[in-house]
């Protein structure tokens, strides 16, 4: 899953990035409304965190935006803005959540992980294919009912290729809901974590197959 952060302070978006990164999600962070614009241009996301009180503008203005363009994208808005009627403006402006600073981590994750399992939102509770199967809440994999231990990263892949089992994940899509703007991905970090995913399954006696489509991307489906 992908998330855009907007938010300016430069310490609270790096922690924000690393929480959310920790919890699985490949994030991109901006720090202004400007660049909000910008992503929102030229990538697909699942979420949003929006903080308010930006350096040029009113982070209320790029949801107002969102909204007049029909984009159903739910949007966490993470403010200092406390006041009731903060909040009730919020939520009529199209917000689909509303979280005050100072706030715990484990809350906003939670929170965000609520809006995703909405009706037609990006994120099931649970996934499963032969007798592989993945808990996207606890962000665990079993394979015959035993815990499989997988990286962050591997469990985010993996629920990537089976929300398009029995289809070709494409490449450039995998690459761009892992890794977002990552400048510091390398253009085979991809095939290495397919790779390392493919034995720990195959290790484990996965039935679920991961098939390489050169040159288009990755299949998940059952043995043949």
Not at 12 to 33: I, K, P
């Amino acid at each position: 899953m992908k998330l855009l952060v907007v938010e300016d302070e430069p310490e609270l978006g790096r922690l924000l990035c690393s929480a959310f990164e920790r919890a699985g999600f490949a994030v991109d962070l901006a720090t202004s409304l400007h660049e909000g614009r910008g992503f929102l241009a030229v990538a697909g996301y699942d979420a949003a965190v929006l903080d308010l009180s930006l350096p040029d503008g009113d982070g209320l203005s790029l949801l107002a935006e969102l909204r007049r363009a029909g984009a159903g994208l739910p949007v966490l808005i993470l403010t200092a803005r406390d006041a009731p009627e903060d909040r009730v403006h919020g939520l009529n402006a199209g917000a689909d959540d509303y979280l005050v600073k100072p706030f715990h981590l484990p809350e906003l994750i939670a929170r965000i992980r609520a809006l995703l399992r909405r009706p037609s939102a990006a994120l099931g509770l649970t996934l499963s294919l032969g007798n592989l199967e993945l808990d996207t809440v606890l962000r665990q994999a079993r394979v015959g009912g035993q815990i499989l231990l997988l990286s962050p990263r591997e469990i985010s892949v993996l629920e990537l290729l089976l929300r398009h089992q029995g289809q070709v994940a494409l490449r450039a899509s995998l690459e761009d809901r892992l890794y977002g703007m990552d400048r510091d991905f390398t253009p085979n970090a991809l095939e290495v974590l397919i790779h390392r995913l493919r034995r720990r399954l195959q290790d484990a006696g996965a039935s679920p197959l991961i098939h390489t489509i050169r040159g288009v991307g990755y299949l998940m489906a059952p043995p043949s």
